[in-house]
């Protein structure tokens, strides 16, 4: 069956320091991506970032990498340099060919990030 | 240009009301979704929508029911709601194809008594 599971339920950091936020996921499909999604406090789901299972290179967006282990089945999320806006729920997230190219997501139970000054 | 936008806010209904939940998107989108999100947990598909016309269930579509009116609103309705319904409700749409991310409405905070 397919899982993420995200074993961190709360992480602190130092402003301006770097943060890796783990995911590890289970699936049997050959074709598949792993998300990443934020939560602010104030609730709404920001998209962050997104890997393909047979993307070479890991995805980046700005601040926001994820480094992607195909054999190990990781997904970590890595925020350089943190901000205090970075406080936040983060969530990791998979689609699958389980999911009949439908883009139906698989949630995990989220790490909540919190920035100290 | 809003996005995808969720009405109402915030609901409270009592064991047994009905209601409809409302999504609407302006992204021209094709496929769309509901998700509950409960307290501490991720997020999980209700029901989804493929296409105009179409709709799917989900991981947890019992006690509800969508309506895709068209391309750019997919509803959910509570018939008889429940307090296990109580969550916050999450709609999201996508454009398809090769082009995997989903974005996100608002959310509905709804309490069910």
């Known amino acids: 069956a397919q899982k993420i599971t995200q074993t961190q339920p709360g992480m602190f950091v130092q402003e301006k320091e770097a943060v890796t936020l783990d995911c590890t996921y289970d699936?049997?499909?050959?074709?598949?991506?792993l998300f990443w999604y934020k939560q602010p406090s104030s609730g709404e789901m920001i998209f962050l970032i997104y890997q393909g299972s047979y993307d070479e290179q890991n995805a980046t967006e700005g601040r926001y990498s994820l480094n992607f282990q195909k054999a190990r089945k990781s997904a970590n999320l890595v925020i350089s340099a943190s901000q205090l806006g970075d406080s936040a729920m983060y969530f990791c997230?998979?689609?699958?060919?389980?999911?009949?190219?439908?883009?139906?997501?698989?949630f995990g139970a989220g790490t909540r990030l919190a920035v100290h000054p | 240009n809003a996005g995808v936008t969720q009405t109402p806010k915030f609901q409270v209904l009592k064991t047994g009301q009905s209601m409809t939940l409302q999504c609407a998107q302006d992204?021209?989108?094709?496929?769309m979704y509901w998700y509950r999100q409960d307290p501490g947990m991720g997020l999980r598909l209700i029901y989804y929508?493929?296409?105009?016309?179409?709709?799917d269930k989900g991981e947890v579509p019992n006690g509800y029911n969508v309506s895709r009116l068209n391309k750019r609103e997919f509803s959910l309705r509570l018939e008889s709601a429940a307090p296990s319904q109580t969550s916050v409700y999450f709609c999201?749409?996508?454009?398809?194809?090769?082009?995997?991310?989903?974005?996100f409405g608002p959310g509905t905070r709804l309490t069910v008594t």
């Open positions: 999201a749409s996508r454009i398809g194809g090769v082009v995997h991310e989903q974005y």
């Open positions: 929508s493929a296409s105009e016309g179409t709709t």
């Open positions: 699936t049997s499909d050959q074709s598949y991506g």
């Open positions: 992204m021209n989108h094709n496929s």
């Open positions: 997230a998979m689609r699958g060919d389980f999911s009949g190219g439908y883009n139906k997501l698989i």
